[in-house]
Protein backbone atom coordinates (compact mmCIF):
# COMPACT_ATOMS: atom_id res chain seq x y z
CA UNK A 1 0.00 0.00 0.00
CA UNK A 2 0.98 3.41 -0.22
CA UNK A 3 1.35 5.56 3.57
CA UNK A 4 4.14 7.70 4.38
CA UNK A 5 4.45 8.66 8.08
CA UNK A 6 6.20 11.81 9.85
CA UNK A 7 6.51 12.61 13.41
CA UNK A 8 4.10 15.82 13.46
CA UNK A 9 6.01 18.59 15.72
CA UNK A 10 9.97 19.63 16.34
CA UNK A 11 11.23 21.86 18.83
CA UNK A 12 14.70 23.02 18.39
CA UNK A 13 16.98 25.99 19.63
CA UNK A 14 18.69 28.09 16.94
CA UNK A 15 22.25 26.85 15.82
CA UNK A 16 21.81 23.39 16.71
CA UNK A 17 20.79 20.37 14.02
CA UNK A 18 17.16 19.44 13.32
CA UNK A 19 16.24 15.82 12.61
CA UNK A 20 13.28 15.47 10.98
CA UNK A 21 11.90 11.02 10.07
CA UNK A 22 9.83 9.95 7.65
CA UNK A 23 8.23 6.46 6.73
CA UNK A 24 7.41 4.99 3.71
CA UNK A 25 5.72 2.05 2.94
CA UNK A 26 6.08 1.36 -1.08
CA UNK A 27 9.17 -0.25 -2.11
CA UNK A 28 8.34 0.82 -5.23
CA UNK A 29 9.49 4.01 -4.74
CA UNK A 30 12.07 5.07 -7.10
CA UNK A 31 12.68 8.78 -5.73
CA UNK A 32 12.01 10.28 -2.35
CA UNK A 33 11.67 14.12 -1.98
CA UNK A 34 11.52 16.59 0.71
CA UNK A 35 9.40 20.00 0.97
CA UNK A 36 9.27 22.40 2.86
CA UNK A 37 5.70 24.88 3.59
CA UNK A 38 5.93 28.37 4.88
CA UNK A 39 2.50 29.56 6.14
CA UNK A 40 0.26 30.61 3.45
CA UNK A 41 3.04 29.32 0.65
CA UNK A 42 2.98 26.38 -1.59
CA UNK A 43 5.39 23.22 -1.34
CA UNK A 44 8.98 24.38 -1.92
CA UNK A 45 11.00 21.33 -3.43
CA UNK A 46 14.03 21.34 -1.32
CA UNK A 47 15.79 18.48 -1.84
CA UNK A 48 15.33 14.38 -2.87
CA UNK A 49 17.37 11.36 -3.27
CA UNK A 50 17.43 8.62 -5.57
CA UNK A 51 15.89 4.92 -4.20
CA UNK A 52 19.69 3.69 -4.55
CA UNK A 53 21.62 5.69 -2.98
CA UNK A 54 22.31 5.87 1.25
CA UNK A 55 23.08 9.59 1.65
CA UNK A 56 23.02 13.20 -0.19
CA UNK A 57 24.44 16.39 1.07
CA UNK A 58 23.06 19.58 -0.28
CA UNK A 59 24.52 22.90 1.75
CA UNK A 60 22.87 22.40 5.03
CA UNK A 61 20.67 19.50 4.26
CA UNK A 62 21.70 16.29 4.53
CA UNK A 63 19.30 13.49 3.65
CA UNK A 64 20.03 9.25 5.01
CA UNK A 65 17.86 6.47 3.22
CA UNK A 66 17.72 3.22 4.78
CA UNK A 67 16.10 1.47 2.07
CA UNK A 68 15.93 -1.98 4.05
CA UNK A 69 13.59 -0.32 6.72
CA UNK A 70 11.99 2.21 4.33
CA UNK A 71 13.21 5.17 6.65
CA UNK A 72 14.06 8.45 5.48
CA UNK A 73 15.49 11.15 7.44
CA UNK A 74 16.58 14.88 7.05
CA UNK A 75 19.09 16.85 8.77
CA UNK A 76 18.98 20.53 8.97
CA UNK A 77 22.79 21.81 10.38
CA UNK A 78 22.80 25.39 11.69
CA UNK A 79 18.97 25.62 12.09
CA UNK A 80 18.06 29.41 11.71
CA UNK A 81 14.67 31.18 12.69
CA UNK A 82 13.68 31.27 8.73
CA UNK A 83 14.09 27.37 8.84
CA UNK A 84 10.59 27.35 10.89
CA UNK A 85 8.32 25.82 8.98
CA UNK A 86 6.38 22.41 7.77
CA UNK A 87 8.39 19.50 6.12
CA UNK A 88 7.14 17.09 3.98
CA UNK A 89 8.13 14.00 3.21
CA UNK A 90 6.84 12.36 0.04
CA UNK A 91 7.27 9.31 -2.25
CA UNK A 92 6.57 8.62 -6.03
CA UNK A 93 6.19 5.22 -5.93
CA UNK A 94 6.29 3.46 -9.54
CA UNK A 95 2.88 1.97 -9.18
CA UNK A 96 1.15 5.68 -9.06
CA UNK A 97 2.37 6.93 -12.29
CA UNK A 98 4.83 9.62 -13.22
CA UNK A 99 3.31 12.38 -11.44
CA UNK A 100 1.39 10.99 -8.06
CA UNK A 101 3.28 12.03 -5.10
CA UNK A 102 2.20 10.57 -1.90
CA UNK A 103 3.02 12.95 1.04
CA UNK A 104 3.41 12.51 4.78
CA UNK A 105 1.44 14.93 7.04
CA UNK A 106 3.79 17.02 7.65
CA UNK A 107 6.29 18.17 10.63
CA UNK A 108 6.00 21.66 12.15
CA UNK A 109 9.34 22.68 13.18
CA UNK A 110 9.82 25.17 15.30
CA UNK A 111 13.07 27.07 15.92
CA UNK A 112 13.34 29.11 19.21
CA UNK A 113 16.14 31.47 20.23
CA UNK B 1 12.68 30.86 -15.25
CA UNK B 2 9.37 32.09 -14.06
CA UNK B 3 7.85 29.64 -11.38
CA UNK B 4 4.51 27.96 -11.50
CA UNK B 5 1.64 30.67 -11.60
CA UNK B 6 -1.37 29.80 -9.99
CA UNK B 7 -4.57 31.72 -10.16
CA UNK B 8 -6.74 33.55 -8.56
CA UNK B 9 -4.99 32.68 -5.30
CA UNK B 10 -8.09 33.59 -2.82
CA UNK B 11 -11.70 32.29 -4.05
CA UNK B 12 -14.66 32.10 -2.00
CA UNK B 13 -17.85 30.58 -3.50
CA UNK B 14 -21.23 29.34 -1.89
CA UNK B 15 -22.55 25.85 -1.82
CA UNK B 16 -23.53 24.38 -5.15
CA UNK B 17 -21.47 26.58 -7.49
CA UNK B 18 -18.80 25.62 -9.67
CA UNK B 19 -15.47 26.74 -9.80
CA UNK B 20 -12.34 27.32 -11.99
CA UNK B 21 -8.74 27.26 -10.89
CA UNK B 22 -5.80 28.08 -13.39
CA UNK B 23 -2.51 26.44 -13.25
CA UNK B 24 0.38 27.92 -15.86
CA UNK B 25 3.33 25.63 -15.32
CA UNK B 26 7.30 26.31 -16.09
CA UNK B 27 8.40 26.91 -19.73
CA UNK B 28 8.94 23.78 -21.20
CA UNK B 29 7.30 21.74 -18.34
CA UNK B 30 4.35 19.28 -19.99
CA UNK B 31 3.07 17.65 -17.03
CA UNK B 32 0.43 19.31 -14.54
CA UNK B 33 -0.31 17.30 -11.12
CA UNK B 34 -3.13 19.06 -9.23
CA UNK B 35 -3.43 18.35 -5.05
CA UNK B 36 -5.70 19.30 -1.94
CA UNK B 37 -4.88 20.24 0.97
CA UNK B 38 -6.36 20.14 3.95
CA UNK B 39 -6.03 20.02 7.91
CA UNK B 40 -7.86 17.04 7.69
CA UNK B 41 -6.78 14.77 5.05
CA UNK B 42 -3.46 16.32 5.01
CA UNK B 43 -2.63 17.02 0.47
CA UNK B 44 -3.97 14.12 -1.53
CA UNK B 45 -3.17 13.75 -5.33
CA UNK B 46 -6.09 15.03 -7.27
CA UNK B 47 -5.02 13.82 -11.20
CA UNK B 48 -2.16 14.70 -13.15
CA UNK B 49 -2.08 15.85 -17.00
CA UNK B 50 0.73 15.18 -19.83
CA UNK B 51 0.26 16.56 -23.14
CA UNK B 52 -3.57 17.54 -23.09
CA UNK B 53 -4.20 13.90 -21.60
CA UNK B 54 -5.33 13.03 -18.00
CA UNK B 55 -2.32 10.58 -17.26
CA UNK B 56 -3.19 9.66 -13.60
CA UNK B 57 -6.08 10.31 -11.37
CA UNK B 58 -6.85 10.12 -7.66
CA UNK B 59 -9.40 9.21 -5.70
CA UNK B 60 -11.70 11.69 -6.12
CA UNK B 61 -15.49 12.05 -6.85
CA UNK B 62 -16.24 13.12 -10.20
CA UNK B 63 -17.41 16.72 -9.42
CA UNK B 64 -13.84 17.00 -9.88
CA UNK B 65 -12.28 17.36 -13.30
CA UNK B 66 -9.66 19.47 -15.51
CA UNK B 67 -7.97 20.00 -18.76
CA UNK B 68 -4.81 20.73 -20.07
CA UNK B 69 -4.71 23.07 -23.16
CA UNK B 70 -1.85 22.86 -26.15
CA UNK B 71 0.50 25.32 -24.31
CA UNK B 72 0.49 23.14 -21.00
CA UNK B 73 -1.41 25.54 -18.88
CA UNK B 74 -4.16 23.53 -16.75
CA UNK B 75 -7.79 24.50 -15.49
CA UNK B 76 -9.56 22.09 -13.22
CA UNK B 77 -13.01 22.48 -12.26
CA UNK B 78 -15.51 21.48 -9.14
CA UNK B 79 -18.65 21.63 -9.34
CA UNK B 80 -21.76 21.65 -7.12
CA UNK B 81 -19.07 22.77 -4.59
CA UNK B 82 -19.89 21.35 -1.17
CA UNK B 83 -18.02 22.97 2.10
CA UNK B 84 -15.59 19.95 2.61
CA UNK B 85 -14.03 21.09 -0.88
CA UNK B 86 -12.95 24.42 0.75
CA UNK B 87 -8.96 23.65 0.72
CA UNK B 88 -5.94 25.07 -0.48
CA UNK B 89 -5.93 23.86 -3.93
CA UNK B 90 -1.85 22.93 -5.73
CA UNK B 91 -0.87 22.68 -9.10
CA UNK B 92 2.99 21.33 -9.73
CA UNK B 93 4.68 21.21 -12.48
CA UNK B 94 6.97 19.08 -13.91
CA UNK B 95 8.92 17.87 -17.03
CA UNK B 96 7.10 14.86 -17.03
CA UNK B 97 9.29 12.42 -18.45
CA UNK B 98 12.20 10.50 -17.30
CA UNK B 99 12.82 8.77 -14.30
CA UNK B 100 12.96 11.41 -11.61
CA UNK B 101 10.24 14.06 -12.62
CA UNK B 102 11.29 17.09 -10.03
CA UNK B 103 7.67 18.77 -9.64
CA UNK B 104 7.53 22.59 -8.38
CA UNK B 105 4.84 23.92 -6.85
CA UNK B 106 2.38 27.15 -7.56
CA UNK B 107 1.62 29.32 -4.13
CA UNK B 108 -2.09 27.61 -4.42
CA UNK B 109 -5.55 28.65 -4.91
CA UNK B 110 -7.64 28.97 -1.37
CA UNK B 111 -11.08 28.24 -2.25
CA UNK B 112 -13.72 28.90 0.78
CA UNK B 113 -16.79 27.34 0.20
CA UNK B 114 -19.36 29.15 2.32
Known amino acids: GEDVEQSLFLSVREGDSSVINCTYT??????LYWYKQEPGAGLQLLTY?????DMKQDQRLTVLLNKKDKHLSLRIADTQTGDSAIYFC?????????????FGAGTRLAVHP | KAGVTQTPRYLIKTRGQQVTLSCSPI?????VSWYQQTPGQGLQFLFE???????NKGNFPGRFSGRQFSNSRSEMNVSTLELGDSALYLC?????????????FGQGTRLTVV
Open chain 2, 92 to 104: ASSRGTGLNTEAF
Open chain 1, 26 to 31: DSSSTY
Open chain 1, 49 to 53: IFSNM
Open chain 1, 90 to 102: AERPLSGGYNKLI
Open chain 2, 27 to 31: SGHRS
Open chain 2, 49 to 55: YFSETQR
